[in-house]
């Protein structure tokens, strides 16, 4: 009778502690671990008596104050990710769309040399700060896709994706120098690399999107939004070293580029919208 | 959508999830059950704790290494507010991988002639 009052005392005992683990984990196992420690308890009572009940106590303590810890220190960092990555999300659509934005508003700008407006107009309101905020948007978007996808998709798309976000840091510094004038050509080649390898990562990371098939539908949309212009530089570039030359593609070429760019993104962005983000599966 | 989990992503297990999937290998069991088991394959080298083994529990159910199941052994010797956890089809791959691993590391340090003795030049 007096061991059986002792099992139950320290099943309650043990119950009430569980309280140091987070609300839904102790939803879930509470009952489990309470039962569980009830019968190691029953187990050493009948071997061991007081001593071995002391002893279960002894060596249970640390290993539930090391789990409750790490339990709500997972708990925390899991919701912190979270909102990060929908943060993220909804940053690279925002990024995307100031793009389309200022694309749009700079083909509507008109001149006498640039009648349809174009890549001339679109430089304008990047001084004027579109660029810099896209960029550090897509820098939040970026670093979220990395954080979110960058497992499944895959080690080198996950340093492309590195890459990429470093590329959106520098070709908002540059756009930033570009809109204040500071120094000219040497910020704007700061954007224009900066831009050209944020693409490139996306676009790399679009590739391994469609051979894992990370997201349910649409992979191609990160590839060709991030591949589009990086192509076209390197056959402007090609071309340029085999004929050793300095023609420019055409205008029209180049807003087209621009506009597959910038929709392919902003469809990408808004597919993630909804998407639930899958993450490293690592047992450790 | 979720990516199809490889046994070998999973891998290296820590020794408390290797030892839970032994466990299981030939039978269903609760987590006392789990805890007795583990404790007898390791002749008590290693005592699974309620934390640790809930932890490694919920974890491999949140990977798919083992499930629960309602079936009971013997239903009419067994409280029902038991929980019962069985290996799954990519938990016994992953033990078959780990397995595979540590056989590899074992013939490399048998080749640097390093044994449970010590090292021998």
């Given at each position: 009778m007096k061991s059986f009052a002792s099992v139950n005392l320290s099943q309650k005992v043990f119950s009430r502690l569980?309280?140091?683990?987070p609300r839904g984990y102790r939803e879930e196992f509470g009952p489990h671990m309470s039962q569980l420690f009830k019968d190691c308890s029953r187990e050493a009572l009948a071997l061991r008596g007081t001593t071995g009940l002391i002893t279960l106590w002894l060596a249970t303590l640390p290993d539930l104050f090391k789990t409750a810890f790490e339990e709500n220190f997972k708990e925390i960092t899991h919701m912190s990710k979270e909102k990060f990555h929908r943060l993220g999300k909804w940053a690279f659509v925002l990024g995307a769309a100031l793009f389309l934005l200022a694309f749009m508003i700079g083909s509507m700008e008109t001149s006498t040399?640039?009648?349809?407006?174009g890549p001339d107009a679109l430089i304008e309101y990047f001084k004027l700060g579109i660029g810099p905020l896209a960029m550090l948007l897509f820098f939040v978007g970026i670093a979220s896709l990395r954080s979110a996808y960058g497992d499944a998709a895959g080690s080198i798309a996950k340093t492309m994706l590195s890459i990429s976000a470093i590329g959106s840091l520098a070709g908002g510094i540059g756009a930033i120098g570009t809109g204040l004038m500071l120094s000219g050509e040497p910020w704007w080649h700061l954007f224009i690399g900066g831009a050209m390898f944020m693409l490139l990562g996306i676009g790399v990371f679009g590739i391994y999107c469609m051979q894992?098939?990370?997201?349910?539908?649409?992979?191609w949309l990160f590839a060709l939004g991030g591949l589009t212009l990086p192509l076209l530089s390197l056959a402007q570039i090609v071309f340029q070293l085999a004929t050793d030359s300095q023609v420019n593609p055409a205008v029209w070429l180049s807003q087209l580029a621009l506009g597959v760019t910038t929709l392919a993104l902003l469809a990408a962005g808004l597919q993630l919208q909804g998407e639930k983000a899958t993450t490293s599966k690592a047992t450790r | 959508m979720k990516a199809t989990t490889a046994?070998?992503?999973?891998?290296?297990?820590?020794p408390a999830v290797f030892h839970i999937l032994l466990a299981l290998m030939d039978q269903e069991r609760h987590g006392y059950g789990i805890m007795k088991e583990v404790e007898q394959q390791t002749e008590g080298e290693m005592v699974l704790r309620p934390g640790t083994l809930y932890q490694a529990i919920k974890r491999m159910i949140e990977l798919g290494m083992i499930e629960e199941t309602d079936?009971?052994?013997d239903p009419a010797l067994d409280d029902e507010r038991r929980r019962y956890y069985r290996v799954t089809g990519l938990g016994r791959k992953v033990a078959s991988a780990e397995v595979d691993r540590l056989r590899k590391l074992l013939a490399l340090a048998r080749n640097k002639q390093v044994t449970a003795f010590g090292i021998y030049p």
């Open positions: 569980l309280v140091l683990y040399e640039d009648p349809f407006g894992r098939k990370v997201l349910p539908g649409l992979n | 046994p070998h992503d999973l891998l290296p297990l820590t079936d009971r052994p």
